[in-house]
T-cell receptor, first 112, second 114 residues
Framework: GEDVEQSLFLSVREGDSSVINCTYT??????LYWYKQEPGAGLQLLTY?????DMKQDQRLTVLLNKKDKHLSLRIADTQTGDSAIYFC????????????FGSGTKLNVKP | GAVVSQHPSWVICKSGTSVKIECRSL??????MFWYRQFPKQSLMLMAT?????????EQGVEKDKFLINHASLTLSTLTVTSAHPEDSSFYIC??????????FGQGTRLTVV
């Protein structure tokens, strides 16, 4: 499968911004995604970005894509304790938009 | 929105037995579904693509005889872990396509083999 990598942990204080980074290898990916997984729960789609875009903003979330470096980031503004979860980046498998290759997940811990 | 339901949510079985996990699309049809496996504190690994009416496509390194996939209808795919062993203990998640940009994930099944 494709290689998608993330740092494992991030700890921030409530109210600060969080930035979660991801690198990927498949340059043919059409879409790149960020999913959130809370303890014991399934996956929740947060946002996605089309591969010909550099940036996408959705309320507190900002996604930056550097296609040349194959680098994706998710910025969460004004991080809240409810944002504590594991965040996965994922790329769709080239021609098959719905087949995902996930990163290792970044566990975000938000301290009050 | 569209819902994908997995059953059971958790299962404990004895080593050597087989376990079947169901994945249903509740309000839409899915000719393709995907099965993932998540090891503790690790990422989701794509196991296979389940195809309605034809054989599943397995990712490299996944034993097809160990993980039997049957896409019996347009709303149901099943994953059977045969002759389960403790190393098969994991969180299994299925998904179904939701159009070009999204997939709908089931809530997952936690399998513990004792």
């Amino acid at each position: 499968g494709e290689d998608v990598e993330q740092s494992l942990f991030l700890s921030v204080r409530e109210g600060d911004s969080s930035v979660i980074n991801c690198t990927y290898t498949d340059s043919s990916s059409t879409y790149l995604y960020w999913y959130k997984q809370e303890p014991g729960a399934g996956l929740q789609l947060l946002t996605y970005i089309f591969s010909n875009m550099d940036m996408k903003q959705d309320q507190r979330l900002t996604v930056l894509l550097n296609k040349k470096d194959k680098h994706l980031s998710l910025r969460i503004a004004d991080t809240q304790t409810g944002d504590s979860a594991i965040y996965f980046c994922a790329e769709s498998g080239g021609y098959n938009f719905n087949k995902f290759y996930f990163g290792s997940g970044t566990k975000l811990n938000v301290k009050p | 929105g569209a819902v994908v339901s997995q059953h059971p949510s958790w299962v404990i079985c004895k080593s050597g037995t087989s376990v079947k996990i169901e994945c249903r699309s509740l309000d839409f049809q899915a000719t393709t579904m995907f099965w993932y496996r998540q090891f503790p504190k690790q990422s989701l690994m794509l196991m296979a693509t389940s195809n309605e009416g034809s054989k599943a496509t397995y990712e490299q390194g996944v034993e097809k005889d160990k993980f039997l996939i049957n896409h019996a209808s347009l709303t149901l795919s099943t994953l059977t872990v045969t002759s389960a062993h403790p190393e098969d203990s994991s969180f299994y998640i299925c998904s179904a396509p939701g159009g070009e940009t999204e997939a709908f994930f089931g809530q997952g099944t936690r399998l513990t083999v004792v």
